[in-house]
């Protein structure tokens, strides 16, 4: 395979980049650090500026690189691919006190396969080698077809060879409804490469830290605080567990006896269709009752991007500002192919 010389601005780094693997795949492996969050065209965060030289700027959604930014030399990162030598230009600085894990790609086999609540899958999945991670970062898990699918991480970075994923049924999708809810089995090998993301916990902020998770996007949240337990819990936290009835709260006993064990852990669910410990409502609407002021915390927020969003000005109107409020979006193809209103929201920030 044809490899080009791919030079990053401003670092001047020059690095070796093959005709079919994309920009920002060649540069994580690299361990330079761009930024970036769905590695699949979707979200916009990957984008940057071409210098010198063409990429082929591949699957990337109209909506987040519009054909005036094309025309401009922009390009996301994330599924372009060189066509000769080209220099690039992007974000290269990253966050204070967090590390940059090099993506390579492991193999593994699956320990166990266990269904946590309607339509959830926890999969244990034991490597070959560690996989080093900071907590809240993602694995591309490859598909039998080829193609490939971004999973949070729900373990402890700290065990790196066993690693834990929580996965959604969606109907009609490939990775869940045509695998991993259909034929993925115990002892099957499986392929995936990282860590990958920007959504990850920062040990520098001292601020209390709010988790707030839709869904299966509890499965960073629970690496986050397996992570914060083991390195001597220096930061305060409340997790907020969103789902539509108790039957979906799963680790439901799990994070009550970790809250049980770790006065520095509170655990709040949030079960919007029933009453649940005397209480119901989504997690912004709970939230906005908990902390009608959240100005001198810290929050990270992970699920479906409907979720996300309106957490994310729930926590506005309580004074939480952009620079206090980290986000991973759950994109998937439907949203992908629905575009503009989750891309161009003037709240997004990764
Ligand atoms: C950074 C990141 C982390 C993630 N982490 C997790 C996680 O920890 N747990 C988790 O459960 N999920 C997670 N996701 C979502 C996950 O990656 C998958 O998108 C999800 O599991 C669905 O994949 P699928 O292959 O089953 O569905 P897909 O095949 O991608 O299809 C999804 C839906 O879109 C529809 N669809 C497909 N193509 C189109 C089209 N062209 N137009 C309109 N509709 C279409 C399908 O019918 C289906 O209903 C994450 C996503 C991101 C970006
Ligand atoms: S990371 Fe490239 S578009 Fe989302």
């Known amino acids: 395979m044809q490899t080009y010389t ?26 330079i650090w761009l930024p970036h969050a769905c590695t699949h065209g979707t979200c916009g965060t990957c984008k940057a500026q071409v210098l010198e030289g063409e990429l082929d700027l591949g699957d990337a959604s109209p909506y987040a690189l519009l054909d005036s930014e094309r025309d401009e030399g922009a390009a996301l990162i ?27 790609d492991y193999s593994g086999v699956v320990e166990s396969l266990d269904d946590v609540a309607p339509g959830v899958r926890r999969l244990r999945i034991r490597l070959t080698e560690p996989l080093r991670f900071n907590p809240g970062q993602y694995v591309q898990l490859n598909l039998p077809s080829g193609e490939n699918r971004p999973y949070s991480l729900a373990s402890n970075p700290a065990e790196g060879e066993l ?23 115990v ?21 209390k830290v709010l988790l707030l998770a839709g869904g299966t996007g509890l499965a960073p949240m629970k690496s986050i605080i397996s992570h914060i337990a083991s390195a001597g819990a220096q930061h305060e936290v409340v997790l907020y567990h969103g789902v539509a009835t108790a039957e979906d709260l799963y680790e439901d006993s799990w994070l009550e006896g970790f809250a049980a064990e770790h006065d520095w852990f509170d655990y709040r669910p949030a079960v919007s269709r029933q009453e649940h410990n005397g209480r119901s409502g989504r997690v912004p609407a709970l939230l906005a009752e908990d902390f009608p002021r959240a100005a001198g915390n810290v929050a990270y927020i992970c699920g479906s991007p409907e979720f996300v969003t309106d957490t994310m000005k729930a926590l506005m109107k309580a004074r939480l500002f952009p620079r206090d409020i980290y986000r991973e979006d759950f994109f998937d193809s439907a949203d992908r192919a629905a575009g503009s209103t989750v891309v161009r929201s003037p709240l997004i920030r990764r």
């Open 78 to 104: 994330c599924v372009a691919t060189p066509k000769g030598d080209v220099t690039i230009e992007g974000e290269v600085d990253a966050d204070v006190g967090v590390v940059v894990h090099p993506v390579r």
């Open 163 to 185: 690693i834990e994923l929580h996965v959604k049924r969606t109907a009609d999708g490939a990775a869940t409804d045509g695998w991993i809810f259909k034929d993925l089995a």
């Open 6 to 31: 791919l030079t990053v601005e401003p670092l001047g780094a020059e690095i070796q980049c093959r005709a079919d693997q994309t920009v920002l795949d060649a540069c994580l492996r690299e361990g």
């Open 187 to 207: 002892k099957d090998e499986v392929s995936l490469s990282g860590p990958y993301g920007r959504f990850s916990f920062r040990p520098a902020r001292t601020e």
